[in-house]
């Protein structure tokens, strides 16, 4: 029977860590004295201790590492656990990714004239246009779903870019969106709003480059409204003169955003 502190050692498990396994029942001592309290430890924790060691490792958690302790008698019984913390790892490594970008982004592009630099705001007449759209409540990643039933359903019609039409006047954890197809002409497609949608004037600015960047043109946008003393009249719109890629992916560094205020 070894000590905590030899057990400590030899495991590579500290002290603190040993007595949380214990009050948690994931690493429980072979024998605790009556009298002092000490927690000794042999071959069975031993073995259990070199386990959650690898666990740890792997990132599981406490209450994952139960499970999987409780639930498994060899290595076999482990696949589905990896299974399932390998796509969390992938979701985590494409969410870095995207962290990572947008960091180069900011050490590439120091201060904010240099990241204003390629953003104009222009006025702009908007002509009336026949659209079919879906309007959803919901996230705003959602919208490429719609996009797609739309492009499926109405394609044959679509002329022009797709764009979004945001009606709230902020930004919301579920959100008011109509993702929207421009049409050639009027018609009726079962299940989608196909309507004219007015035009008008509006404050336009083009951005390049991932939609993960489209705040600072946003900035660019309201700053503008506020010097030149308009006010929105209506929802803002988004068109995708260069997205993803209907069929084969483009780099997010190419994509071009045009961001329409009603004025």
Partial sequence: MLTIGEFSSATR????????????????????????????YGDEAFRRARAIGILRELGFSIAEMKEILSASRDDEDLSRFFTARLGEVDRELSRMREVRERIRYFVENETDETAKKDLEVAMREVPSQWVCSIRYQGAYDQIGTRFSELFKRAGRYASGASFAIYHDGEYRESADIEAALPLRKEVSVPGLDCKL?????????????????????????????ESRSLAAKGPIRERYLKGPGMILPRDPERFVTEILMPV
Avoid: C, Q, W
Wanted: aromatic share 12%; hydrophobic share 40%.
């Fill in 13 to 40: 498990l500290t002290v603190k860590a040993l007595r949380i396994y214990h009050d948690e029942g994931l690493l429980v001592p072979d024998r605790i004295d009556a009298m002092n309290g000490y927690r000794y």
């Fill in 197 to 225: 949608l007015e035009g008008g004037s509006f404050l336009s600015i083009v951005h390049r480059g991932p939609y993960g960047r489209l705040g600072n043109a946003y900035r660019v946008l309201f700053e503008a409204l």
